[in-house]
């Protein structure tokens, strides 16, 4: 499956969806995981219409099962959720390789309490709870 995770130095998820200029993507499985890619944005993000910002970034993680932001609008989280994503406000002190062994963990069945809701999209099997804004 892949994630995403909102940063702006490729450790803390650190950065609202709507202002973010880079998302990083990984690919998780029971054996570990990958980075895809980052998925760059250009412009006043801050000063953007809410549609020019958010919508060639919604397209960009359409593929992705889990994103990991520090926040999301209600409209955009709303959406996403509606089209099969789940969701996830980082705490300040989460970093991305601890999420990401985290996740490779859940998938090898050892899941910390708060992963208890599963997803079953595609075939894929992950414990997890989301959390909306």
């Known amino acids: 499956m892949k994630v995403a995770f909102t940063t702006s130095d490729g450790t ?4 609202h969806f709507g202002w973010a200029k880079e998302i990083d993507v990984y ?10 890619e980052t998925l760059t944005f ?14 060639p970034k919604m397209a960009a ?8 932001v ?13 089209q099969g994503m ?3 406000r980082a ?13 490779v963990n859940s998938l090898n069945g ?7 809701k599963a997803l079953l999209q595609e075939n894929r099997e992950l414990a997890y709870a989301h959390d909306e804004e």
């Not at 803390?12 to 950065?15: E, G, I, N, P």
């Not at 993680?61 to 990991?68: E, K």
């Open 12 to 15: 803390h998820v650190d950065t």
């Open 27 to 36: 690919e998780v499985n029971k054996d570990g995981f990958n980075f895809v």
């Open 42 to 55: 250009e412009g006043d993000l801050e000063e953007a219409t809410h549609e020019d910002k958010i919508t």
């Open 61 to 68: 993680v359409s593929d992705c099962t889990i994103l990991y």
């Open 70 to 82: 520090k926040a999301i609008g209600k409209p955009a989280g709303n959406k996403l959720i509606k």
């Open 86 to 88: 789940t969701i996830v």
């Open 91 to 103: 705490q300040e002190y989460d970093t991305v390789p601890d999420i990401l062994h985290m996740l």
């Open 110 to 116: 050892d899941a910390p309490p708060l992963l208890r």
